[in-house]
């Protein structure tokens, strides 16, 4: 799976959000400043390319939907992140953020609740 641009992560959460959409319809919901539909286009192309969407034909309306999903994408990507950067160790990821108080205390109770509750 190729690493995505900030653009094309962008896009992909809009696509991801919609599930079924036409260009315009990402356009539509971009945050100011938009980006002109021309740009969006471009993105999308490469993001079919890099095998991320396919493409039907509905008349003369595009209509693009995901071949990967969200969570696929997160799983890939931030398993490369605890390999390369956390000893391969999710803990250590946990540790990091709790040292860096990004991370509260309520926040690891609730980290741990979910934990014990997807084991049972």
């Known amino acids: 799976m190729e690493r995505l641009t900030p653009q094309e992560e962008n896009v992909m959460l809009h696509v991801w959000q919609l599930n079924e959409c036409a260009i315009k319809d990402v ?11 021309t740009t969006v ?4 192309k490469n993001l079919e390319n ?9 008349g003369n309306v595009k209509v693009f939907k995901p071949l990967i ?4 994408y997160k799983r890939h990507f931030l398993s490369g992140v605890v390999e390369s950067y956390f000893d391969n160790s999710y803990k250590e990821l946990v540790s990091f953020f709790a040292k860096e108080q990004k991370i509260t205390t309520e926040e690891l109770g609730e980290i741990i609740r979910l934990i014990e509750k997807n084991q049972k």
């Open 41 to 44: 286009a471009s993105i999308f």
């Open 50 to 58: 890099k095998g991320y969407l396919i493409k039907r034909r509905f």
């Open 27 to 37: 356009v539509e919901r971009m945050e100011e400043p938009k980006q002109p539909y």
């Open 69 to 72: 999903t969200e969570a696929a």
